[in-house]
């Protein structure tokens, strides 16, 4: 009686076990020739939106296509994929961000797509220079979305208010510190501060060298004083009035109404060009986009993949899912569904396609990456395994600083501490 | 053999009780016991779990500030929050004790906010109330103070904070509301005839008598304090910031488990969580019988 008891409460148990595994799973093509497809995506709900509506046009053209999507917030999109990743059930094709890509790449989660490129995803119209943004340790992981590129977006008629004609060609970080005390003169702040990552990155990409070495294992750069001469140019302009104080900034920080730019108490912002279009819809004024600082800007700048397709190891159907990704690059159709949304398309017949159905703002930001994309360097490797925390570590110390509570060479010191203690895992 | 057979006997119990059983197996008994196993390595969710000793502890006590300025942030919000939200709560109790009209319309009133309690909405309508344009800033401006930057300077962003878990006052304020009812009018009328005024008799009579209630709100509030999480990921966007002024415990403990999947790290600060919250407990508990008086102990 009581065996037979256990039997079924092991029977019960192994249902339940066998009914929990069987979710999610990607189902291999069934004998009707009909295939499941899993993607994942973050964004906002706009980006939910016409996702969904390209994702009906895929199915619209391939009826034996099924396709499931799960999307969430940037948050809780890694949340819900590191899980996925441990158990071997991630969905076929999944969105990376560039910050993500090494550890899933690394850890075997992803699929080199390098035997898919001219074959099921077409690259005839990519340039080499943002094809090759996808490459870790010699396998292409990722396929970009879109690409971004840096840039100073401000407002030209503001810029004539604090008695600036024009923002300085080739813009040195000397005229660009002159410029600030200028406007700091009539009130104004010249930018809203940066995001210490990637403008610190840039600014040792223009001295030839990277935040982090090439292995992943440390730091790039050997020399502190480097991080002395970049984040002490930003706290003098904050000292100046050039630049917003942080308790300033942080009670704005993420709410575009609020910033300054749009409430014209400042002249412009360091950012990606794709987050120039809401921008430009919230301030609904006239905005414009200037090249970066240097000297050696060429050097430093580059073409970022907003974000990437990777399809992952796990999918049994990894020929559909290259299939979708090409559909994503290549489809005109779709293509003005995106309307540039994940960063200007990286094909450069998508693009001309296109551009008669794109807003003013969105056509800046493409003539300006347009004018960008010739200047640009190769990217550095994308950030490895760890970097999460060793931006957060940047974040930290770039806050006390420009706090005041420490001294650029005591901010140096620390960070360097942290992020070597943090990346010293991946040796 | 009885034991055998008294199993056999309770075998429907058993089942009928075996949801709750797998439940707590499978929810929270192994995962404890995986997490404390996990709080010994080094475990990023991808490779599989290193065991690296006591490393993780030794580098949480010695080697990491930031865990130290999320324990001070967190003992800050619990010793300034809960008795501040107690005496709030004790206070509304007995003004909403008096029998004046439409009580019952107050008591809900006044009990909503913790019903959606450390809910994402209302974090996000606090964010709202102290942001640049918000309520509390056109009020300080009015009367000539401010506008402060609430989520901007590290001291005022954990005053906003512990405003928020004060407004949340209305569970404790229920219980001590049933407490109130229960302490017999006599009593007041008698200590009256002797003299005693309002004051003597909150001291002497209210007090005493709510002491065991006091007791109860103050350890559950304590324990519901310590693991705060929800506003203090809303309000400060998850970064726990300005300078760490708002990194409450359990917060760096998700941002280390999820952002940085540290996860071994994570399930020891989790540990240590449990430990420190238990010593407070018992704590409370030892120094109780100095100020908690049972009256079926004859005022022991």
Request: aromatic share 12%.
């Amino acid at each position: 009686m009581v065996k037979k008891a256990i039997f079924l409460m092991m029977a019960a148990l192994l249902v339940f076990t066998a009914a929990c595994s069987s979710g999610g799973g990607s189902e291999q093509g069934s004998s009707d020739g009909s295939v499941t497809l899993r993607i994942a995506w973050w964004g906002s709900d706009t980006r939910h939106e016409y996702t969904q509506k390209v994702i009906d046009l895929y199915k619209s053209k391939n009826p034996n296509v099924k396709i499931d999507v799960e999307y969430a917030s940037f948050d809780d999109y890694w949340k819900k994929l590191a899980p996925q990743a441990a158990a071997n059930q991630l969905p076929d094709i999944v969105q990376m961000d560039i910050s993500y890509i090494s550890q899933y790449a690394q850890n075997g989660q992803l699929e080199d797509l390098a035997p898919y490129l001219g074959n099921q995803i077409k690259v005839d119209d990519v340039s080499e220079n943002v094809i090759s943004t996808g490459v870790i340790n010699g396998k292409q992981y990722g396929v970009p979305a879109g690409v971004n590129v840096l840039g100073f977006q401000y407002d030209p008629a503001l810029l004539k208010k604090a008695g600036v004609d024009a923002i300085p060609d080739n813009m040195t970080w000397e005229s660009y510190e002159a410029l600030g005390k200028q406007t700091a003169e009539k009130g104004l702040y010249l930018d809203g501060g940066v995001a210490p990552d990637i403008f610190f990155h840039y600014f040792l990409r223009t001295k030839g060298l990277s935040l982090y070495n090439a292995e992943g294992t440390g730091l790039g750069y050997d020399d502190d004083q480097l991080f002395v001469e970049f984040f002490g140019l930003m706290r003098r302009m904050i000292e100046q009035g050039a630049a917003p104080t942080p308790d300033v900034a942080n009670q704005t920080k993420g709410i575009i109404e609020e910033s300054d730019l749009v409430k014209e108490k400042g002249i412009g912002v360091w950012q990606w060009s794709n987050q120039f279009v809401a921008l430009q819809q919230v301030a609904n004024r006239p905005l414009a986009i200037a090249p970066m600082p240097g000297p050696d800007m060429e050097k430093g700048l580059y073409m970022q993949p907003s974000m990437y397709w990777g399809v992952t190891s796990n999918s049994k159907v990894k020929e559909e899912a290259a299939k979708f990704i090409d559909f994503w690059v290549n489809d005109v159709e779709a293509n003005k569904l995106i309307k540039g949304e994940r960063g200007v398309p990286i094909s450069g017949a998508i693009k001309e396609a296109i551009a008669p159905e794109l807003s003013d703002a969105t056509k800046q930001v493409f003539e300006f990456v347009a004018a960008m994309e010739p200047k640009a360097s190769p990217m550095s490797p994308p950030p490895p395994v760890g970097s999460p925390e060793v931006i957060s570590a940047l974040a930290d110390v770039v806050e006390e600083l420009n706090f005041g509570k420490i001294t650029p060479e005591q901010a140096a010191e620390t960070f360097r501490k942290n992020a070597e203690s943090v990346l010293a895992n991946n040796k | 053999m009885r034991q055998y057979s008294s199993l056999r006997r309770n075998l429907t119990g058993y089942a009928f009780i075996s949801p709750f059983i797998i439940g707590f197996l499978g929810f929270t008994l192994i995962p404890m016991f995986v997490s404390l196993y996990m709080s010994f390595t080094s475990y990023n969710l991808f490779t599989s779990p290193r065991w690296i000793g006591l490393d993780n502890y030794t580098k949480m006590f010695f080697d990491d500030p930031k865990y130290w300025n999320s324990v001070k942030v967190t003992f800050l919000y619990v010793f300034i929050g809960v008795p501040l939200r107690l005496i709030f709560a004790l206070f509304v109790a007995m003004v909403l004790n008096t029998g004046s009209r439409m009580i019952g319309t107050y008591r809900t009133l006044y009990y909503l906010p913790s019903i959606i309690g450390g809910s994402v909405a209302v974090s996000i309508m606090w964010r709202n109330l102290f942001s640049n344009e918000g309520v509390i800033n056109s009020a300080l401006t009015a009367i000539g103070i401010g506008p402060i930057s609430w989520f901007g300077d590290p001291n005022a962003s954990l005053v906003m904070l512990i405003s928020l878990s004060v407004w949340q006052f209305g569970s404790s304020m229920l219980i001590f509301l049933a407490g109130l009812k229960n302490i017999s009018p006599e009593m007041y009328e008698a200590a009256g005839v002797d003299g005693a005024n309002p004051v003597r008799k909150f001291f002497s009579i209210t007090l005493p008598l709510l002491s065991p209630i006091v007791l109860f709100n103050m350890i559950m509030q304590t324990i519901g304090a310590f693991m705060t999480f929800v506003p203090a990921y809303i309000i400060s966007k998850g970064e726990g910031g300005p300078m760490d002024g708002t990194m409450l415990y359990s917060l760096y403990l998700f941002r280390q488990a999820f952002m940085f999947n540290n996860m071994g790290y994570a399930s020891a600060m989790a540990w240590i969580m449990l430990i420190m919250i238990g010593m407070l407990t018992v704590a409370v508990f030892l120094t109780s019988k100095y100020w908690v008086f049972y009256e079926s102990e004859g005022g022991k």
